[in-house]
């Protein structure tokens, strides 16, 4: 693995853990104090890392030459302990993508003052990778697929009575979610093709 490949690593790792931190704060926030006492809400990596989802399959796609994505331990939420969680378990969700798509634009920024010479013009490659990450994760979590941040949108809407169901399946969505993703990284491209123009896209904007 070169060095690119591991600032790139880097770069996703402290993605995702933002990225989680962001989705505890808010729901502390509307009254869910269970990432709190679960020792959740800090930007200690060890406590975030998913061995397969943060550092396994993210490395085996970077050394394949494939679009990395990966993901970190979720931060644990109880829609139940929020004071309106019809409408608040939504924000909490879409907080995470939020927290990329902000990363995303200062990473934008200190690559511009980079590529000037203004700021650190040696960490260049670093801001690059940040910015690229967090653009495909913003996108990538704003699936509307169980158990993607996305699907909050949908939940929203989910009737009531179905509701209890519905959040078992999504807890035990994402291995069926990962088999989808593969196939389509094999055969249809619809999801890579569109995380690959995005990137092609935020890439194109700094010259």
């Known amino acids: 693995?070169?060095?690119?490949?591991?600032?790139?690593?880097?770069?996703?790792?402290?993605?995702?853990?933002?990225?989680?931190?962001?989705?505890?704060?808010?729901?502390?926030?509307?009254?869910?104090?269970?990432?709190?006492?679960?020792?959740?809400?800090?930007?200690?990596?060890?406590?975030?890392?998913?061995?397969?989802?943060?550092?396994?399959?993210?490395?085996?796609?970077?050394?394949?030459?494939?679009?990395?994505?990966?993901?970190?331990?979720?931060?644990?939420?109880?829609?139940?302990?929020?004071?309106?969680?019809?409408?608040?378990?939504?924000?909490?969700?879409?907080?995470?993508?939020?927290?990329?798509?902000?990363?995303?634009?200062?990473?934008?920024?200190?690559?511009?003052?980079?590529?000037?010479?203004?700021f650190l013009p040696g960490f260049v490659n670093l801001w690059i990778d940040f910015g690229l990450v967090n653009v495909v994760l913003g996108i990538f979590n704003l699936l509307p697929i169980p158990p993607f941040d996305g699907s909050a949108l949908l939940e929203r809407f989910w009737p009531n009575s179905k509701r209890a169901s519905y959040f078992k399946f999504r807890s035990y969505a994402l291995p069926i979610t990962m088999g989808v993703i593969f196939i389509d990284n094999q055969t249809t491209h619809i999801i890579s093709g569109l995380l690959y123009h995005v990137q092609n896209w935020w890439f194109s904007l700094l010259f």
């Open 1 to 118: 693995m070169s060095t690119q490949d591991l600032l790139f690593l880097f770069a996703l790792v402290v993605s995702v853990m933002v990225h989680e931190v962001t989705h505890g704060y808010v729901a502390l926030l509307f009254g869910d104090r269970t990432a709190k006492e679960a020792n959740r809400l800090t930007f200690n990596p060890l406590r975030h890392i998913d061995v397969l989802g943060t550092l396994i399959i993210p490395f085996i796609l970077i050394i394949s030459g494939l679009t990395p994505f990966g993901w970190a331990k979720p931060v644990p939420v109880d829609p139940t302990r929020l004071r309106n969680p019809k409408n608040q378990f939504p924000i909490v969700e879409i907080a995470g993508p939020i927290s990329n798509a902000v990363m995303s634009a200062l990473a934008f920024v200190l690559t511009e003052l980079s590529i000037h010479q203004v």
